[in-house]
């Protein structure tokens, strides 16, 4: 069984500051894990993903994430948030033959 | 530009009617994928389909069919359209390799009525 955990709903932050959005696993297996983005009226497109190879992560638009296996967390960062990252985020974790669950997402508000 | 096409952007459906989300890609990948988007819920897989000629049923089926009679096309079928299917649905494409991403449409917002 494996299952995915956003733990917040909403984050809002001031352009220039981190963006830290949090994602918690759970899975029987070694997990695939990605994040994707939504932004208004779109379908959703993948910033990185984590297939156990380097557990630091590097994805689109200055975004990154890491991979901790003790915390059974995927957290995502980007050091300076800029007004275009307002949007949805989904962590996403895959097991071994492929079966995704996605998490509820995260609203990403930017102010100026 | 390459992707997924999926048609109608939006449409409003008297329930009882029935319905087809229509969806086609041009990357030639094998597999492709229906979910639908509700808030707080995140995307549940309705219909997936590994290759051109098979299909198998996700976590929210019921009410729902598809076809997939060759690779690029993969259409949505509501045989009877109900009220709790008022949704946003996307359809995705992956090369089916393992870890590969999906690709994702704009998505068709359905109200049923």
């Known amino acids: 069984a494996q299952s995915v955990t956003q733990l917040d709903s909403h984050v809002s932050v001031s352009e220039g500051t981190p963006v830290l959005l949090r994602c918690n696993y759970s899975?029987?297996?070694?997990?695939?894990l990605f994040w994707y983005v939504q932004h208004p009226n779109k379908g959703l497109q993948l910033l990185l993903k984590?297939?156990?190879?380097?557990?630091l992560v590097k994805g689109i638009n200055g975004f990154e994430a890491e991979f901790k296996k003790s915390e059974t967390s995927f957290h995502l960062t980007k050091p300076s948030a800029h007004m275009s990252d307002a949007a949805e985020y989904f962590c996403?974790?895959?097991?071994?033959?492929?079966?995704?669950?996605f998490g509820a997402g995260t609203q990403v508000v930017v102010t100026p | 530009i390459a992707g997924i096409t999926q048609a109608p952007t939006s449409q409003i459906l008297a329930a009882g009617r029935r319905m087809t989300l229509r969806c086609t890609q041009d990357?030639?990948?094998?597999?492709m994928y229906w979910y639908r988007q509700d808030l707080g819920l995140g995307l549940r897989l309705i219909h997936y389909?590994?290759?051109?000629?098979?299909?198998g049923k996700g976590e929210v089926p019921d009410g729902y069919s598809v076809s997939r009679a060759n690779t690029d096309d993969f259409p949505l079928t509501l045989a009877s359209a109900v009220p709790s299917q008022t949704s946003v649905y996307f359809c995705?494409?992956?090369?089916?390799?393992?870890?590969?991403?999906?690709?994702f449409g704009n998505g068709t917002r359905l109200t049923v009525t």
């Open positions: 899975s029987s297996y070694s997990p695939s």
């Open positions: 990357m030639r990948h094998n597999a």
């Open positions: 984590y297939t156990s190879a380097a557990t």
């Open positions: 389909s590994n290759t051109a000629g098979t299909t």
């Open positions: 996403v974790v895959g097991n071994s033959w492929g079966k995704l669950q």
């Open positions: 995705a494409s992956s090369s089916q390799a393992r870890n590969s991403p999906l690709h």
